[in-house]
């Protein structure tokens, strides 16, 4: 079971279309609950950027405080 290398052996989801649908699902369904969840004090909010070890320990200290 090889994985294919050729560029039009991809995903049918990896098209532009299937970007823009993924996006507005984002946007109608997922976005809202940063809001919803940051209402209710509910919502932690930890930089993603770095290397793996230093983000989990973000994760780590907004959960401990």
């Given at each position: 079971?090889?994985?294919e290398t050729?560029?039009?052996s991809g995903p049918?989801?990896?098209t532009e279309s299937a970007v823009?649908?993924?996006?507005e699902n984002y946007r109608r369904q997922t976005a809202p609950l940063i809001e919803w969840y940051?209402?209710?004090?509910l919502l932690l909010s930890i930089d993603g950027e770095g290397a793996p070890?230093?983000?989990y320990g973000r994760f780590e200290?907004?959960?401990r405080a």
């Open positions: 079971c090889g994985a050729s560029a039009d049918d989801d990896d823009r649908v993924r996006l940051g209402a209710k004090g070890d230093l983000v200290r907004a959960i």
